[in-house]
């Protein structure tokens, strides 16, 4: 009897430390065990960080991963999961990762790291949807928490290169000029890291500032890389204000004669020119507006289409630009004026036909030749920051302001 009472007892124990055992084992799962010296979190986020450098942002993704597998409480590893997914447009998730990255930092340096991930992805957010050129449902106060975050990163880090390098892209895509120069210009001081970028950054903010753009929509085409048909038209419109400067310079002609009011506001009507591609373009204003003021090179094409986004190179930048010079000056014999001359670059034939408007512009100091390379390159595509320097010389050609 007693045997079989202590039988029972050891079978129970057995069964209590097998309950126990399981109930451990499904607490979560178990890391995984490096399979190399380098197969470590930190590595994984360094080369992480690297690949988003390189827009390979999923790649980044994947190897932030690999350092939670092996640490799922790295602080750094989910802030980089976060600036990966913030690239990939995922702001969401993006910021829930930084919310959990902050729970784990303890180290003064992941503390600053999230700071700075708390600045880039917002920064992302808002600069995505400038570049499309919508009001995003993002939250307005998105500098402000930049600024937050930016002083939060100082305080733990008076020489971080990082704060100072993405606070300054904030001020830049909230077009704020003067104050990012300002944060480019710490870094290039601090001499520590991102001081070519901020270089390159800084530079680029001199020009928008000489440019003196006088509108949003100017800031923002500042921005681009290449300047569009629409943008071209947009900067015409807002920045030359080439109506204004059209009737200014324009000889009044008025006609006294009898005109029915119905059949006078049909023919109004008729002789407003659009295009069937731009109905739901966020500058669709500023090309009818160039379409009804007749600029040559943005015009309708024969399929009906004014092809907004197709990207403007040099040469017909200058053919616009001689365009409008002829029609306020007057002066009539510009479209010929270079014809069997001389061309002044090396890239530039005589026989082309945007040699003459090259010439016009070039002549006028209005757009002029590569310093190093002295050719004027004529298919390449013009820079926002560029175009508005541009605009801002044909102003002070036509002394208008």
Same mark, same amino acid.
């Given at each position: 009897?007693?045997?079989?009472?202590?039988?029972?007892?050891?079978?129970?124990?057995?069964?209590?430390?097998?309950?126990?055992?399981?109930?451990?084992?499904? %607490? %979560?799962?178990?890391?995984?065990?490096?399979?190399?010296?380098?197969?470590?979190?930190?590595?994984?986020?360094?080369?992480?960080?690297?690949?988003?450098?390189?827009?390979?942002?999923? +790649?980044?993704?994947?190897?932030?991963?690999?350092?939670?597998?092996?640490?799922?409480?790295?602080?750094?590893? *989910?802030?980089?999961?976060?600036?990966?997914?913030?690239?990939?447009?995922?702001?969401?998730?993006?910021?829930?990762? !930084?919310?959990?990255?902050?729970?784990?930092?303890?180290?003064?340096?992941?503390?600053?790291?999230?700071?700075?991930? *708390?600045?880039?992805?917002?920064?992302? @957010?808002?600069?995505?949807?400038?570049?499309?050129?919508?009001?995003?449902?993002?939250?307005?106060?998105?500098?402000?928490?930049?600024?937050? @975050? *930016?002083?939060?990163?100082?305080?733990?880090?008076?020489?971080?290169?990082?704060?100072?390098?993405?606070?300054?892209?904030?001020y830049k895509t909230a077009l704020q000029f003067g104050n990012a120069g300002t944060m480019f210009s710490k870094v290039l001081k601090i001499k520590g890291d991102y001081v070519r970028q901020a270089d390159e950054q800084w530079e680029l903010i001199q020009k928008i500032q000489r440019a003196v753009p006088g509108t949003t929509t100017g800031k923002k085409i500042a921005l681009?890389? &290449?300047?569009?048909?629409? /943008?071209?038209?947009?900067?015409?419109?807002?920045?030359?204000?080439?109506?204004? !400067?059209?009737?200014?310079?324009?000889?009044? =002609?008025?006609? &006294?004669?009898?005109?029915?009011?119905?059949?006078?506001?049909? =023919?109004?009507?008729?002789?407003?020119?659009?295009?069937?591609?731009?109905? +739901?373009?966020?500058?669709?204003? +500023?090309?009818?507006?160039?379409?009804?003021?007749?600029?040559?090179?943005?015009?309708?094409?024969?399929?009906?289409?004014? +092809?907004? /986004?197709?990207?403007?190179?040099?040469?017909? *930048?200058?053919?616009?630009?001689?365009d409008i010079l002829i029609k306020v000056t007057g002066d009539n014999a510009l479209a010929t004026k270079f014809i069997g001359s001389k061309s002044l670059f090396p890239d530039l034939r005589e026989d082309l036909p945007y040699f003459n408007a090259v010439m016009v512009v070039a002549s006028r100091g209005i757009m002029g030749a590569d310093m190093t390379s002295g050719e004027?390159?004529?298919?390449?595509?013009?820079?926002?920051?560029?175009?508005?320097?541009?605009?801002?010389?044909?102003?002070?050609?036509?002394?208008?302001?």
């Open positions: 009897m007693f045997q079989k009472k202590g039988r029972i007892q050891w079978f129970s124990f057995i069964l209590l430390m097998s309950a126990l055992l399981v109930i451990i084992g499904c %607490g %979560g799962p178990k890391a995984r065990v490096a399979s190399s010296e380098l197969d470590t979190p930190e590595h994984h986020v360094f080369t992480g960080m690297r690949l988003i450098d390189q827009e390979k942002y999923a +790649d980044a993704q994947r190897e932030f991963e690999l350092a939670l597998q092996l640490n799922d409480k790295y602080s750094k590893a *989910y802030m980089g999961m976060g600036l990966a997914r913030a690239y990939l447009r995922n702001y969401t998730e993006a910021l829930q990762n !930084l919310d959990t990255a902050w729970k784990y930092a303890k180290k003064n340096d992941e503390k600053e790291a999230v700071h700075i991930g *708390y600045i880039r992805v917002n920064t992302l @957010s808002k600069a995505a949807c400038v570049k499309i050129g919508v009001d995003c449902e993002q939250d307005q106060s998105w500098l402000e928490k930049c600024v937050d @975050s *930016y002083s939060a990163a100082v305080e733990l880090n008076p020489s971080s290169s990082a704060a100072n390098y993405y606070m300054g892209l904030a681009v890389e &290449t300047i569009s048909r629409a /943008d071209a038209a947009a900067l015409f419109m807002e920045e030359l204000k080439i109506d204004v !400067l059209y009737k200014k310079r324009t000889p009044k =002609t008025f006609d &006294t004669s009898f005109k029915d009011p119905e059949k006078a506001a049909q =023919t109004a009507m008729k002789s407003q020119v659009s295009a069937r591609d731009i109905a +739901d373009h966020p500058l669709r204003a +500023d090309v009818e507006g160039i379409l009804n003021i007749g600029v040559r090179g943005l015009e309708v094409g024969p399929n009906g289409n004014f +092809d907004p /986004d197709a990207v403007l190179n040099r040469a017909e *930048y200058a053919m616009m630009l001689e004027f390159a004529p298919l390449k595509s013009v820079a926002g920051v560029d175009a508005l320097l541009i605009i801002r010389k044909v102003k002070e050609e036509l002394k208008f302001n």
